[in-house]
Nanobody, 120 residues
Framework: QPQLVESGGGLVQPGGSLRLSCAAS????????MGWYRQAPGKQRELVAA???????NYADSVKGRFTISRDNAKNTVHLQMNTLKPEDTAVYYC??????????????WGQGTQVTVSS
């Protein structure tokens, strides 16, 4: 079974930084798009940032210039560097990956989520 393990969430003051990581494991044949979504209480889940296997990125307008997504293909990991955090960034952040496992087709997988709280 594939696994997506997230880390790096926590409590930070406004203006601070956090770095989220997500590691994919299992009998992986290939990984395509990797991304981060977030869901705040009472709101719909929204795309924060995504990166293709070729390194092309896209960001939500609300995080452009503050967040940076990157990936390490050798380690099957994706990172989200979050700077100048604001209280409105508070949410559960989810890793999302298009992945092909041995003997299976391409599927979209979700991590378990990690809480990010921005508060003084």
């Amino acid at each position: 079974q594939p696994q997506l393990v997230e880390s790096g969430g926590g409590l930070v003051q406004p203006g601070g930084s956090l770095r989220l990581s997500c590691a994919a494991s299992g009998n992986i044949v290939g990984i395509a798009r990797m991304g981060w979504y977030r869901q705040a209480p009472g709101k719909q889940r929204e795309l924060v940032a995504a990166i293709t296997s070729g390194g092309s990125t896209n960001y939500a307008d609300s995080v452009k210039g503050r967040f940076t997504i990157s990936r390490d293909n050798a380690k099957n990991t994706v990172h989200l560097q979050m700077n100048t955090l604001k209280p409105e960034d508070t949410a559960v952040y989810y890793c999302n990956v298009d992945m092909k496992m041995y003997g299976s087709s391409w599927y979209n997988y979700w991590g378990q989520g990690t809480q990010v709280t921005v508060s003084s």
